[in-house]
Structures are given as C-alpha cells and as structure tokens.
C-alpha cells in the first residue's frame, strides 16, 4: 500500500493537469518554430472537423461546383499550382492568385491587400462573391444548414444552443484553417533547436543571405524564438510593374480538371485583369499603399507555385531573379528592395534555403 500511493498520486495529479491545465477543447501546442495560435481561432476539436467538412464541401457554392478546397488545394499548399489567377464560379477569372493557407492563423490582415482582420468573418467574402461561389445571401445558405439532416446536428454538438449562423460557420471553417500549421521542419529544428545538421551547407549559405546580404528578413521577418517570415505589413516590390505580367500566354483551368492555354491579354480584357491591380491602394487611397501587398510568409513556399498577388513567377528561381535586379522599378519601389548582386551559388543557395522551409 505505501508503495503505491505515489504512483496513484501522480496519475491523480496527471489527472489533474488534464482536467484543470488543459481547458475543454485546448489546441495542441504549436510546433517548433511558431508562436501559440491565437485563442480566438483556435476552436474545439468538433468545430475543426466540422469546418473541415465545410471547406471542402461543393454544395457550399450557388450552383454546387465549387469548394474551398477547389481554389486552396490540400496538395498544393493549400493554393493552385495550375492557374496563376484563381478560376471561380462558371469559369470567371479572378483577378489574384490563391495564397496558401498554412499558418493563416497568425495573419493580422488577410488577402494581398489585408482588407481583412477577421478569420471567421472572411468566409463570407468568397461564399457570397459572384466570381466565387456565388451564393445570393447569407440566411439562404444558413437556412440549408439548418435544416440539413447531417449538418444540423453536427453545429449542434460544436455550438450548443447556437447551431448554424453566419456566425458558428465562419468559426469553425476559421477553426479548421487556424490548424494547417506549418512548423517544425528541417529549419525550425536547425536555428531554434540548435541541430546543425538539419539543413545542408548550401542551405545555411542561403539562411545567411537571407538575413545578411540579399536583405530579405527585412520583410520576411525571423525572430528569436519564432519565424512568421513576415512583417504583417505590406510593400510596392513591384511585381504589378514587371512586363510580361500582362502579356504573354498561361496555363489556366476553365473547370475542375480543364487547363487551356490562355492569351493573357484576352483573359485581361475579359475580366478585371492584374493592369488594375493597384493593391493596398485600394483599401487606404494612401498614394504611399498604391501597387502594396501582404508580404506573404514563406514556410511551404515550394508547394505553392506560382508566385506573388497575380501568380506571375512560375518557379522559385524566378522569383530570386526577380529580387536581384532589384524587383520591378516603379515611382514607389519599396527602398528595401535594390539589385542585390547575387552570383550563381549564391541565388542556388536561397532557392535552396526557400525549399527546405
Ligand atoms: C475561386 C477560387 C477561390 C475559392 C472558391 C475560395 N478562395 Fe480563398 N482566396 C482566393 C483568392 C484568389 C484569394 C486572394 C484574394 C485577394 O487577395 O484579393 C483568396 C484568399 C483567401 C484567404 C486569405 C489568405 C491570406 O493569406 O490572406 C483565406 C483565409 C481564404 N481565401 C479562405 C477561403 C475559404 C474559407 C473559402 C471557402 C469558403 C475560400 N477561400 C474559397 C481564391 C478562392
Ligand atoms: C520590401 C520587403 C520585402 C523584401 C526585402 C523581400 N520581400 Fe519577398 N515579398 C514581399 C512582398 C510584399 C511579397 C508579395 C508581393 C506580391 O504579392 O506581389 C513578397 C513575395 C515573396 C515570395 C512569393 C511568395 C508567394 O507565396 O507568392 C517569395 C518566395 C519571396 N518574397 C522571397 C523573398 C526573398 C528570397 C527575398 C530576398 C531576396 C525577399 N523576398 C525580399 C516583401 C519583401
């Protein structure tokens, strides 16, 4: 009996600490690397296999073609490798490129132009944007949910009392986003785990530039103990000046599955093409914002081509190219952004390094 009242008090007090330390529905901690994900996103562990359901549901959309997922694909960084500009409803061109989801949790503003502060609250600019997935108002959709055999009870058990609103839908497809972390690879275990080995000499050559000399943890931020690889801020690196961004031809996909070779000039005349693109400007009118955009965070880069707002480098090398001539001059280039002088090992070595995050 005296032998086993410590190992009963310390499942007791283990016990304890589950019950007491970890509140219902705590997330797990955060990989290495990343900061905890914020409270207000987070959700329970029922909220994220709800939103999980939704964001890959078609039927969310007018005319049930088209999910979250069709645009933020799993398997592709949460974006579209095949289409610089998305492809929504009935093959409307978008006039941006589909940003990947991993870490979405931590952005304090959402979309190229950082319109938007609110997780929960940005599903509704796609559900109900006619390019998108058209869907006429909010109370029809939340009336289906409603009343929908499967849906209604799974809202139910995340949202006692509340079920489906405008509300509980957007929290739990947050809730499922604010879990697609990417954290604790090869780089997080070599500068905040003090491993060495775990990234290759070129690699740590590129970590080097990255922070010294090509200058880009000025904007893709790195700091002590975590790495969001951005500054939550936005910059004129002028891509939206680059020429041939609106010329030239691109693979695009019309449907699910149908990818044509597209003039790019024809798809900017059609739609609201990248030439009208003038980014934060939009939101502030501040002639300073004019061609700025949400300096993107980096980790799983090398899953999400193509790159920047209008998706208008294909390969990682292009975008170090772009970089060292000094980005795309325009009356309001970004100061930080200057010809780097890169030799060929060195531009290997970044691309290198942008890979293994
Ligand atoms: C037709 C393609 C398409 C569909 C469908 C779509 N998105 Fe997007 N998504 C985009 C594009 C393009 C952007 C960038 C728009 C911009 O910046 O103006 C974007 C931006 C976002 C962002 C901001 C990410 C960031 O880094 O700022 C989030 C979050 C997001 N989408 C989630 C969703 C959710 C949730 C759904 C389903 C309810 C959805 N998207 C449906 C194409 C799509
Ligand atoms: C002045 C701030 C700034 C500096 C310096 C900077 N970047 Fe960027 N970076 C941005 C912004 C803003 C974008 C988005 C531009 C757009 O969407 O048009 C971006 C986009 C990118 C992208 C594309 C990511 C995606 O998902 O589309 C990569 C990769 C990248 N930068 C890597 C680098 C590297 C490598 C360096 C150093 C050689 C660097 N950046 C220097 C601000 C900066």
């Given at each position: 009996m005296?032998r086993?009242?410590?190992?009963f008090?310390a499942?007791f007090l283990a ?16 990989p290495?690397g ?8 987070a959700g ?6 709800l939103?999980e359901k939704l964001?890959f ?6 005319n049930?073609?088209?999910s979250c ?8 960084g949460?974006a579209s490798n095949?289409?610089?500009l998305?492809i ?5 061109s978008?006039?941006r ?8 949790a931590?952005?304090?503003f959402?979309f190229?132009d950082g319109r938007?502060?609110d997780?929960?609250?940005q599903?509704?600019?796609p559900l109900?944007?006619?390019d998108e997935?058209?869907?006429s ?5 939340i009336a289906?949910?409603r009343a929908?055999?499967e849906?209604?009870?799974l809202f139910?058990?995340s949202f006692?009392?509340?079920?489906a609103?405008?509300?509980t839908?957007?929290?739990?497809i947050?809730?499922y986003e ?5 954290g ?12 060495r080995?775990?990234?290759t000499a ?7 530039l990255?922070i010294g000399k090509?200058?880009c943890?000025a ?7 975590t790495?969001?690889f951005t ?5 004129n690196?002028?891509?939206a000046?680059?020429?041939g961004a609106?010329s030239g031809k691109r693979?695009?996909?019309?449907a699910p599955?149908v990818?044509q070779?597209?003039d790019l000039?024809?798809?900017?005349l ?7 693109d003038v980014?934060r400007?939009?939101i ?5 914002d ?5 300096t993107p965070?980096?980790?799983?880069v090398?899953?999400s081509?193509?790159?920047m707002?209008d998706?208008?480098?294909?390969t990682l090398?292009?975008v170090?190219?772009f970089?060292d001539?000094?980005?795309?001059a ?5 100061p930080k ?5 890169l ?5 290997a ?6 890979e293994a995050l």
């Amino acid at each position: 009996m005296r032998r086993a009242a410590p190992a009963f008090l310390a499942s007791f007090l283990a016990l304890a600490l589950m019950l007491f330390a970890a509140p219902a529905g705590a997330q797990q901690p955060s990989p290495r690397g990343l900061p905890p994900v914020p409270a207000a996103v987070a959700g329970t562990p029922a909220m994220r296999k709800l939103g999980e359901k939704l964001f890959f549901d078609r039927s969310l959309s007018a005319n049930g073609t088209l999910s979250c997922a069709m645009c933020h694909i799993p398997a592709q960084g949460f974006a579209s490798n095949q289409s610089a500009l998305s492809i929504g409803m009935e093959g409307r061109s978008l006039r941006r490129n589909a940003p990947s989801l991993y870490n979405v949790a931590f952005k304090n503003f959402l979309f190229h132009d950082g319109r938007e502060t609110d997780l929960a609250a940005q599903v509704w600019g796609p559900l109900l944007a006619a390019d998108e997935m058209g869907n006429s108002g909010i109370g029809p959709l939340i009336a289906r949910l409603r009343a929908d055999a499967e849906y209604g009870p799974l809202f139910e058990a995340s949202f006692p009392g509340e079920g489906a609103t405008m509300m509980t839908l957007g929290r739990a497809i947050a809730a499922y986003e604010a879990a697609l972390l990417r954290g604790g690879g090869r780089f997080d275990r070599a500068v905040y785990g003090g491993e060495r080995a775990a990234l290759t000499a070129r690699e740590w050559l590129g970590y080097e530039l990255f922070i010294g000399k090509a200058g880009c943890a000025a904007c893709h931020l790195i700091g002590a103990e975590t790495a969001l690889f951005t500054d939550q801020s936005w910059h004129n690196t002028g891509v939206a000046f680059r020429s041939g961004a609106t010329s030239g031809k691109r693979l695009v996909q019309l449907a699910p599955g149908v990818l044509q070779n597209i003039d790019l000039a024809a798809v900017g005349l059609a739609q609201t093409g990248a030439p009208r693109d003038v980014g934060r400007f939009e939101i502030t009118n501040a002639p300073t914002d004019r061609w700025a955009y949400t300096t993107p965070m980096l980790r799983g880069v090398s899953e999400s081509s193509p790159y920047m707002h209008d998706g208008s480098l294909r390969t990682l090398a292009e975008v170090i190219e772009f970089y060292d001539r000094g980005g795309g001059a325009n009356p309001s280039l970004d100061p930080k952004i200057r010809p780097l002088g890169l030799t060929a090992q060195e531009k290997a070595a970044l691309v290198a390094f942008l890979e293994a995050l």
